[in-house]
């Protein structure tokens, strides 16, 4: 009987650890954050470009919704979320339908069910003009900071997705628990009209190791975000992730580029900001000094357009030498069918026909490198090397993606700007009074 009684013994205890234990459900880890097409169509990774005020504004009087915070704003001067997109199941440039970031769309889709699902979160942003106030920057952070601006959410296993924004003051919340205090958190919803020159939005699918991948790259670019602010992050999952998020937020003083190619193919370049040399000659020589053509918010201090003999006195020897990096000044839209294009500038503001977007194509080489990047072509090729972005951080990401570089490539096509910039007159000396 002792015998039988420790077998009986021995049963309750496993059975009523079984019922003690959580609910296999409970165990399940939460489905990884994707970008999304549409509400429940996941893709690999989505791409959109919010077209300008100055030719394709939005209707002042339809309904502007603000699902993540905000009011519709009155802005001064015009406005505008009509887009374009594509992903890795649409792969050419089409018209959205509706206004970008507001819910229905790729943009609002892939960022709501960030927002209102629990995730572990950072976001970073140089222009969160004062809501929050990180670093004592004001309204936004100036070099060495990086000019870089995102959201990259995963779940306990690590995987998630990337977004990489261009509109200042969004997102500054990635979740509805912690919502953003002072300002809104919907595009359109704003204090300030972040919707009123041309934009872009990339997100991208991630494995565990390429959320610790962005993580190392951002840290390199040193983004702005603050590691206690619960609306900017909100860290946890597997440990190597945590102890990469809680190095976030300082500036960095690396001067090596970060190059890693990601699980889905899509290559990510960081750019740090104490390596002081021109953005996209540096992308070009980390592609292997292939020939591109970028549409940035191009305005003072301006690079020119440059071939592969310009000289480059800002440059690192380390670096290979980079390929001809020529300026889109204009492109159009749409860029197919029987509806002439509409010509869009693709240089900076201030008129509402302006361009804040950091896109470019490869225009030599056999790879058809498609480019999402932080950066704006500014700075100096000789002289000052640390001037404007030449000493700043951000990231690139680039696409080999034949339809998707045609399409992008088709929408920046126009006029460039030139190789060599006008000297500004100088004024007349006054005549000195005998």
Wanted: glycine content about 12%; charged content about 15%.
């Amino acid at each position: 009987m002792g015998a039988l009684q420790k077998v009986a013994g021995a049963m309750l205890l496993a059975v009523s650890a079984t019922l003690l234990a959580p609910a296999a459900w409970a165990q399940t880890p939460q489905p990884a954050p994707t970008p999304l097409e549409a509400t429940g169509k996941p893709v690999d990774w989505v791409f959109l470009f919010k077209l300008n005020a100055g030719v394709f504004p939005s209707d002042p009087k339809a309904e502007r919704p603000c699902p993540f915070g905000g009011t519709a704003q009155a802005y001064t001067s015009s406005f505008s979320q009509d887009y374009i997109w594509a992903d890795s199941a649409q792969h050419e440039l089409q018209q959205g339908t509706g206004l970008v970031g507001t819910g229905g769309d790729p943009l609002g889709a892939t960022f709501a069910q960030v927002y209102a699902g629990g995730y572990h979160y950072v976001v970073w942003n140089d222009q969160f003009y004062r809501h929050p106030n990180i670093a004592g920057c004001g309204d936004s952070c100036a070099s060495p900071w990086g000019h870089s601006k995102g959201l990259l959410a995963w779940n306990e296993h690590g995987e998630g997705l990337v977004l990489q924004v261009t509109t200042p003051s969004w997102p500054a919340s990635g979740s509805a628990s912690h919502p953003r205090q002072g300002d809104g958190n919907t595009l359109g919803c704003g204090k300030n009209n972040n919707v009123k020159f041309s934009q872009h939005f990339f997100s991208l699918k991630l494995s565990e190791p390429d959320v610790e991948n962005v993580l190392d790259a951002i840290a390199n670019a040193s983004v702005v975000t603050n590691v206690n602010d619960a609306q900017l992050v909100n860290n946890g999952g597997p440990q190597g992730i945590q102890e990469r998020v809680a190095k976030l937020g300082r500036k960095s003083a690396s001067v090596s580029v970060l190059k890693f190619t990601l699980s889905s193919g899509v290559q990510l370049i960081s750019k740090p900001s104490a390596l002081a040399v021109p953005p996209w000659q540096l992308v070009s020589a980390e592609l292997g000094g292939v020939d591109l053509r970028a549409a940035t918010w191009w305005t003072v201090p301006a690079i020119p357009s440059t071939l592969s003999t310009t000289p480059i006195g800002c440059w690192d020897p380390g670096l290979i030498k980079p390929g001809a990096v020529q300026i889109a000044t204009t492109g159009r839209w749409p860029i197919t069918g029987s509806v002439a294009g509409k010509v869009i500038a693709l240089g900076a503001g201030p008129a509402a026909n302006g361009n804040h977007a950091k896109i470019g194509v490869s225009t030599s080489g056999t790879v058809p490198f498609t480019i999402f990047g932080d950066m704006n072509q500014q700075g100096a090729l000789s002289g000052k090397c640390s001037s404007s972005q030449n000493g700043r951080g951000g990231l690139f990401f680039v696409i080999s993606d034949a339809a998707l570089h045609d399409s992008v490539g088709a929408l920046i096509a126009g006029e460039s700007a030139p190789l060599t910039l006008p000297v500004k007159a100088k004024a007349p000396k006054k005549a000195v009074k005998p």
